[in-house]
């Protein structure tokens, strides 16, 4: 209800200040659920600008208290800073967000939040980010990290999977909020679920080519090649591009060497070629090839 009526931020934020402030028992759980709620909220909004300056005096001075104030306080600092500097977020907290509070791995960290980026060569990249991150800010990092350019010389961007359609994917644009982004991909599995929150499932972030730039060709790195590479196989693979039988098999051809090197003889390579053929042919040009072609 405080998200959606900002008459009620500040009045929110002074509920929880007279729950921390002068506990009879500081290091007791009720207080540290208070000190929780408090740093899961200042993510989130802020309360008005008159009551800021004080609710930051209060930050201050309980930073250099009880160890176990000391870290909500220092993190919800950290929290106000960032919030001040960017954009409002539009969800609640997030799953994971209530997890790193909760296990006390967001108050050790400037970045407390991590992950998984999958990328088009079947790999991955785990990137930390806090609550405020926006997909600009962790497209960029996720650049440097991978040695690449920024995403608006490169057209790199970040997708995310529908969660009621494995076959469709959405593009995040570059001032939406991580944390935003997974709060809505939460809510609408588990409204497409009847409202039952399957714990076994969770967003899945790609990083991979949107936009591409002849003229930007010269200076494109290695891991650029690669991962466009990939993606324009995974086009033929699954029938975006077409390509007859033969561009098919030199294709294939020169990807699985690229991969696995030259081919050796015996039980284990035909078992291989099996294996890993699905992955590197179109499939609708798949049935009926023989054995020979793909060797």
């Not at 991590?114 to 990137?127: A, F």
Request: net charge neutral.
């Amino acid at each position: 209800n405080c998200l959606s009526k900002p008459e009620l931020h500040s009045e929110f934020y002074c509920q929880l200040i007279c729950q921390t402030n002068r506990h009879p028992d500081p290091d007791g759980s009720e207080a540290i659920q208070c000190w929780m709620l408090l740093a899961l909220t200042c993510p989130i909004f802020l309360p008005k600008q008159k009551f800021l300056w004080y609710f930051k005096q209060y930050l201050q001075g309980h930073a250099s208290m009880r160890p176990v104030a000391v870290r909500y306080a220092v993190y919800c600092q950290r929290c106000v800073e960032r919030a001040e500097s960017s954009a409002a977020r539009e969800c609640g907290p997030s799953r994971l967000e209530v997890l790193s509070v909760l296990l006390g791995d967001a108050l050790m960290h400037s970045n407390p939040l991590s992950i998984p980026i999958h990328l088009t060569d079947r790999t991955y990249q785990v990137t930390s980010f806090d609550c405020s991150a926006t997909v600009q800010e962790l497209t960029k990092r996720l650049s440097q990290e991978l040695g690449m350019r920024d995403v608006l010389v490169t057209g790199f961007a970040l997708f995310t999977d529908d969660p009621c359609n494995s076959n469709r994917e959405h593009c995040l644009e570059a001032d939406v909020k991580i944390c935003d982004a997974i709060t809505m991909w939460e809510q609408s599995a588990r409204e497409g679920n009847q409202g039952r929150v399957d714990l076994s499932r969770s967003i899945k972030m790609t990083f991979k080519n949107r936009l591409y730039f002849r003229n930007v060709v010269r200076g494109e790195t290695e891991k650029e090649r690669i991962l466009v590479l990939y993606q324009a196989l995974e086009s033929v693979v699954n029938g975006l591009f077409p390509a007859n039988q033969d561009l098919a098999i030199d294709l294939a051809s020169l990807m699985l060497q690229i991969e696995f090197g030259d081919r050796r003889n015996g039980s284990d390579a035909e078992k291989q070629l099996s294996r890993i053929f699905s992955h590197y042919f179109p499939r609708n040009l798949s049935v009926g090839i023989s054995l020979e072609a793909k060797r």
